[in-house]
């Protein structure tokens, strides 16, 4: 009776240690909270170190309290001669630029690097040329081949970084996706109260 009572002790004090976590930290797991719901990523910093490594770092420092998703792509609001792609973008750029482009030039990892394609649920830094990514994440709803290396959507045929994918909350990826926009804006912005760690 005795011991077993030891080892309840036991069990109880080592989930009161601070840094226990019952995520593997080979995968991470991050929260989106959002005013639509909760989105829950996991990451992949062993193939995306330094895409990986640069997001957690912004949640971690509490960077995207009060941000947003902002943008969304879908068949409806491209240009018909254009490579079609569908996600929705979200980050500080429309709650605070100046703090958004101070943080910018994470090392891009391709996805022949990295060999995390842009499938359905995928999470991905935006950017303009390679190297030039900063804050601003998307989401793929779908399979976007076109996002990576080689694909269509970039003249450089270099892709965007993938480094992550949803795990859960897909249903309000989704959501958020069907919600009113205008000109590539949503309308209104989807308010993210906080992303954090797991």
């Given at each position: 009776?005795?011991?077993?009572y030891?080892?309840?002790?036991l ?10 976590s ?9 929260l ?9 990523i ?54 605070d ?46 399979d ?30 989704r ?24």
């Amino acid at each position: 009776m005795h011991r077993n009572y030891l080892w309840i002790v036991l069990i109880a004090f080592t989930g009161l240690l601070p840094g226990c976590s019952s995520s593997n930290p080979a995968t991470p797991h991050i929260l989106i909270r959002t005013q639509a719901g909760d989105i829950e990523i996991e990451l992949y910093p062993r193939q995306a170190p330094r895409t990986a490594g640069a997001f957690l770092s912004y949640v971690d420092s509490g960077f995207y309290k009060n941000s947003s998703f902002y943008r969304v792509l879908n068949d409806d609001n491209q240009a018909s001669n254009a490579p079609k792609s569908e996600l929705i973008q979200g980050g500080i750029w429309k709650t605070d630029y100046k703090k958004a482009v101070r943080h910018q030039d994470i090392p891009h990892e391709t996805t022949q690097q990295t060999h995390l394609l842009h499938k359905d649920g995928v999470i991905s830094l935006a950017r303009t040329t390679p190297g030039t990514a900063g804050t601003e994440f998307f989401i793929c709803v779908g399979d976007q081949p076109g996002f990576d290396y080689g694909g269509d959507n970039n003249a450089d045929g270099q892709g965007y970084a993938a480094f992550g994918k949803v795990v859960k909350g897909m249903d309000i990826v989704r959501n958020i996706y069907a919600r009113p926009e205008n000109n590539q804006s949503f309308d209104p912005p989807v308010i993210i109260n906080e992303i954090v760690r797991l």
